[in-house]
């Protein structure tokens, strides 16, 4: 079968590159709880949105009352995280074999652009491209999990993962698209949507960088093993 000309153009060098890009992805999770320690009130993480950390003014929002002095962390980080989601998805289709796994690939890239759209358009300053920028990974990252479910070089149980990951995210999507939050509150069942692709970056990032050298040929599916020179 002909290599699909995407998988032929990967970038080859630096291999642990994409990978330890998508490890980085923690920093998303960490600068959650920095943020919302210095709220002027007790931030929920039920409650209150991960868009509220990155407001940049105090008042009323949505009902709720919004105050981050560190806003300016929190969009830095949604910035860092978009453009490791970007670049980490472009360096690792070197692991792609087939048009599947570069097409769920192109979606987790698509998905890190808007995150760093999110980023640089807070929730307060121009909603309409701040809400494109949450939609985007809402959509297309969950389902780029999916598909790097099915066609990803990756063992079996992280498949599972992925596959249940995309999937539990998107139930929880339609959930929050209808208003309703499963009792979890604005803020939790948003959580449930944004946080998979994240985590998944940061587990498939460290299971990458764990797993040693790749063994397998440059494009087109296993190679024979790499034997020590004599």
């Not at 079968?1 to 990967?10: E, F, G, L, V, W």
């Not at 949105?49 to 949604?78: E, K, Q």
């Not at 087939?98 to 192109?106: D, I, M, P, T």
Request: aromatic share 10%; with cysteine.
């Amino acid at each position: 079968m002909k290599t699909p000309s995407a998988i032929r153009r990967c970038p080859q060098r630096h291999p642990k590159l994409g990978p330890a890009l998508y490890a980085s992805s923690i920093q998303f999770f960490v600068a959650q709880v920095v943020v919302a320690q210095q709220w002027l009130h007790a931030y929920s993480f039920s409650r209150d949105t991960i868009s509220d950390l990155g407001n940049t003014s105090c008042g009323s929002w949505n009902g709720r009352f919004v105050c981050s002095p560190g806003h300016g962390l929190m969009n830095a980080s949604l910035v860092a995280l978009g453009v490791t989601m970007a670049l980490g998805s472009v360096f690792s289709c070197r692991f792609a074999r087939n048009r599947g796994s570069v097409a769920g690939l192109a979606a987790m890239a698509a998905s890190g652009l808007g995150v760093v759209l999110a980023g640089l358009f807070p929730e307060n300053s121009i909603p309409a491209l701040h809400g494109l920028g949450t939609a985007v990974p809402f959509v297309a990252g969950n389902a780029g999990l999916i598909i790097l479910a099915f066609a990803y070089d990756l063992p079996v149980p992280l498949r599972l993962y992925s596959f249940l990951s995309g999937m539990v995210a998107f139930l929880a999507l339609v959930t929050y698209a209808s208003g309703h939050f499963a009792g979890l509150g604005e803020g939790g069942i948003e959580r449930v949507v944004a946080y998979p692709q994240a985590v998944w970056l940061v587990v498939v990032g460290f299971y990458r960088l764990a797993r040693g050298p790749d063994r397998r040929a440059r494009v087109g599916g296993p190679g024979p093993p790499v034997r020590a020179a004599t």
